[in-house]
């Protein structure tokens, strides 16, 4: 395979941290082909953003690479013990959970633990509720009761006993992310594509890897991402 002389330094570089901006069309993916395969000794991780691009990746990357999702890995750690009550929280079983008939509060509920699950933050603040919301007068007041009642839904989501409260599939990535979860016993080096597209719950966990010793290389779109991972 032939490399462009943009791609070259990229492909030989020995930082252990290594962040790519490139643009749609310019050959990211391949870029980080080339890097896996400048290394046949590492045991890489290529950090897929969704199923089909995992399908797509395996047969495009070399044997020492394993292609995965971050669902899937927290799947395997930690969600095959949700088995039992994964699936969508609808608003009727977050109105159940919190005891509540109140639509407009249920939905805030709901955003508010969407804004959550995506964070890297570790516990449900005020922060998580829907900043726009807040310039409602009426909303502001109920803002910390809100707060409350999406704990105590998590709470309830993160029981495995608890079979009326559904947990969604960012829920158990969530709680994989909680865990600290130190990947250097199986890789050396994670790939992370399309980095502008990474929340912060995927860029926390590139993070922590980073602080494990590990080789994170992300490439993405534009210098939006680079803001994205600060590892």
């Not at 901006?21 to 890097?35: E, Q, R, S």
């Not at 509060?105 to 005020?126: C, F, M, P």
Request: net charge positive; with cysteine; proline share 3%.
């Amino acid at each position: 395979m032939q490399f462009t002389h943009e791609q070259e330094p990229a492909i030989r570089s020995q930082a252990r941290i290594l962040k790519l901006v490139a643009f749609a069309g310019t050959g990211k993916t391949t870029t980080l082909v080339g890097y896996a395969q400048a290394r046949p000794q590492a045991r890489i991780l290529y950090l897929c953003y969704n199923k089909s691009v995992e399908v797509a990746a395996k047969q495009k990357f070399p044997l020492n690479v394993t292609c995965k999702t971050a669902h899937g890995l927290a799947f395997g750690a930690v969600g095959t013990k949700y088995k039992h009550k994964l699936g969508n929280l609808r608003l009727t079983d977050i109105a159940r959970a919190i005891n509540s008939q109140n639509w407009e509060l249920v939905r805030s509920v709901q955003e508010t633990l969407n804004n959550y699950l995506a964070s890297a933050d570790e516990k449900i603040g005020l922060f998580h509720f829907p900043a726009e919301k807040l310039q409602n007068e009426r909303m502001r007041r109920a803002a910390d009761s809100i707060v409350e009642a999406t704990r105590r839904l998590w709470a309830q989501m993160c029981d495995v006993n608890n079979h009326a409260t559904p947990i969604p599939h960012d829920g158990y990535l969530k709680l994989w992310a909680l865990s600290k979860p130190d990947l250097t016993t199986r890789f050396d080096i994670v790939l992370g594509d399309e980095a502008q597209d990474i929340n912060p719950v995927i860029a926390g966990l590139l993070a922590q890897q980073a602080a494990y010793g590990m080789g994170v290389v992300v490439c993405g779109d534009g210098h939006q991402m680079l803001y994205r991972f600060r590892g």
